[in-house]
């Protein structure tokens, strides 16, 4: 069956159906990897968020309840419970309100309006949780990077005693731009503030602290910043040669952008519509 020939909701309910047999069908670790890897099969014609840089197309398909269980099953905390969703210890997000004060502050909405892990999924912002403390031998990392084909890796320390031109950086990592390439960040040290537009144009403050990695979709709009803290030291993945060029509202004829919108945007709507 052809790439085309398949909908959203019928990936969707096979991807996850042939997770649960594979998770069911074997004990311990050897069940966890059997499922990790078919959702790689290539049988499946998909990579779940995965971005083609030859910028000719985007291949996704909203698998949500599959991803969730596999960003769980890569955390060396996770015990055998899906109630528990252990990212929530390091990842958290909520809706901003409209206030110019301090870029640091949390910037609740009042009453506060938190924004579940599923909800960042849909808008393809995808996340773990994993052992920061050991990130070099890191088995959880480890096939994260290969699954997704992160074979480049370096790091940046992020606060006004170690990052050079600061005051300029910072401004300038807060001016809402995208990337045609995903943007991909592991928190091995500190916290800070990764903001995201939704469907309808809404800030979304995603809180990352360490242990917690987010991938940013390529063409989605989006900001950093600092917390209070004034310090986070991030591992930056990407395939292949690393390209950091951010493009500033508004970029929307790009082909990364209006692909962006057709994978999470406009299909997610018709998604939604035919449930």
Request: glycine letters at 6%; charged letters at 30%; aromatic letters at 12%.
């Given at each position: 069956?052809?790439?085309?020939?398949?909908?959203?909701?019928?990936?969707?309910?096979?991807?996850?159906?042939?997770?649960?047999?594979?998770?069911?069908?074997?004990?311990?670790?050897?069940?966890?990897?059997?499922?990790?890897?078919?959702m790689?099969?290539?049988?499946?014609?998909?990579?779940?968020?995965?971005?083609?840089?030859?910028?000719?197309?985007?291949?996704?398909?909203?698998?949500?309840?599959?991803?969730?269980?596999?960003?769980?099953?890569?955390s060396?905390?996770?015990?055998?419970s899906?109630?528990?969703?252990?990212?929530?210890?390091?990842?958290?997000?909520?809706?901003?309100?409209?206030?110019n004060?301090?870029?640091r502050?949390?910037?609740?909405?009042?009453?506060?309006?938190?924004?579940?892990?599923?909800?960042?999924?849909?808008?393809?912002?995808?996340s773990?949780?994993?052992?920061?403390?050991?990130?070099?031998?890191?088995?959880?990392?480890?096939?994260?990077r290969?699954a997704?084909?992160y074979?480049?890796?370096?790091?940046?320390?992020?606060?006004?005693?170690?990052?050079?031109?600061?005051?300029?950086?910072?401004?300038?990592?807060?001016?809402?731009?995208?990337?045609?390439?995903?943007?991909?960040?592991?928190?091995?040290?500190?916290?800070?503030?990764?903001?995201?537009?939704?469907?309808?144009?809404?800030?979304?403050?995603?809180?990352?602290?360490?242990?917690g990695?987010?991938?940013?979709?390529?063409?989605?709009?989006?900001?950093?910043?600092?917390?209070?803290?004034?310090?986070?030291?991030?591992?930056?993945?990407?395939?292949?040669?690393?390209?950091?060029?951010?493009?500033?509202?508004?970029?929307?004829h790009?082909?990364?952008?209006?692909?962006?919108?057709?994978?999470?945007?406009?299909?997610?709507?018709?998604?939604d519509?035919?449930?």
């Open positions: 069956m052809g790439l085309m020939e398949i909908s959203a909701k019928d990936l969707r309910r096979r991807t996850v159906r042939r997770f649960l047999e594979d998770l069911g069908s074997k004990s311990g670790v050897e069940n966890i990897e059997t499922a990790i890897k078919h790689y099969a290539p049988d499946l014609k998909i990579w779940i968020g995965y971005t083609c840089r030859s910028r000719g197309f985007l291949v996704f398909q909203r698998s949500f309840k599959a991803q969730q269980f596999v960003s769980s099953f890569h060396n905390q996770f015990m055998g899906a109630c528990k969703d252990e990212r929530e210890e390091v990842i958290q997000a909520w809706y901003m309100d409209d206030s004060e301090d870029q502050l949390p910037h609740h909405r009042e009453p506060k309006e938190f924004v579940s892990l599923d909800k960042l999924a849909e808008l393809g912002v995808l773990w949780r994993l052992d920061a403390d050991n990130y070099e031998t890191d088995e959880g990392l480890k096939k994260i290969e997704r084909g074979s480049y890796m370096d790091f940046c320390d992020i606060c006004p005693e170690k990052l050079p031109n600061y005051e300029e950086k910072i401004k300038s990592f807060f001016e809402e731009h995208l990337h045609t390439d995903e943007e991909i960040r592991y928190c091995v040290a500190g916290s800070g503030y990764f903001d995201v537009r939704d469907a309808k144009d809404g800030w979304i403050r995603v809180w990352v602290k360490k242990g990695m987010i991938v940013l979709p390529a063409g989605i709009y989006h900001r950093f910043t600092l917390d209070t803290d004034n310090y986070i030291k991030a591992m930056r993945l990407f395939v292949g040669d690393p390209i950091w060029t951010p493009f500033n509202r508004p970029h929307d790009l082909p990364a952008r209006k692909e962006y919108l057709e994978a999470f945007v406009e299909k997610g709507d018709a998604v519509a035919a449930a």
